[in-house]
């Protein structure tokens, strides 16, 4: 809408056009659906540098320019990643027992053992 604001503000788009550039915003963010949002970035930066040299009207379909430029999305993988490598103890959590980040932690939350030496004492002591 700054854009739009701009255009008007400094007469490079006239009113009845609105409408029409309006149209043009819309598409952009439905090419943002199913391309890579760098090609839709580019995209746009050339079809408003063609416009602005050939003044044709905002919306104008131009399938070159999508069939050069828009690279479509990659598909997600239907199987989620797995992590390869094993998650480390927290040494935090063993300490404390607490962790501030709960489940979105990156390690184990895994309890200390008594170490031998403690048990070796208690046995001593009885």
């Known amino acids: 809408m700054r854009v739009l604001n701009h255009l008007l503000t400094v007469n490079d788009i006239e009113r009845s056009e609105v409408e029409f550039y309006l149209a043009y915003t819309t598409r952009i963010f439905e090419f943002a659906e199913s391309f890579e949002w760098n090609s839709v970035l580019n995209y746009d930066y050339h079809y408003r540098e063609l416009q602005a040299e050939h003044g044709f009207k905002w919306g104008t379909y131009s399938p070159h320019m999508e069939l ?11 199987v989620p990643v797995q992590n390869p490598a094993p998650k480390e103890d927290y040494r935090i959590f063993k300490a404390k027992g607490a962790c501030p980040f709960g489940d979105k932690c990156r390690y184990k939350h895994v309890k200390a053992l008594p170490s031998n030496n403690s048990r070796q004492d208690a046995t001593k002591n009885q």
């Open 68 to 78: 050069q430029m828009l690279v479509p999305k990659r598909p997600k993988p239907s």
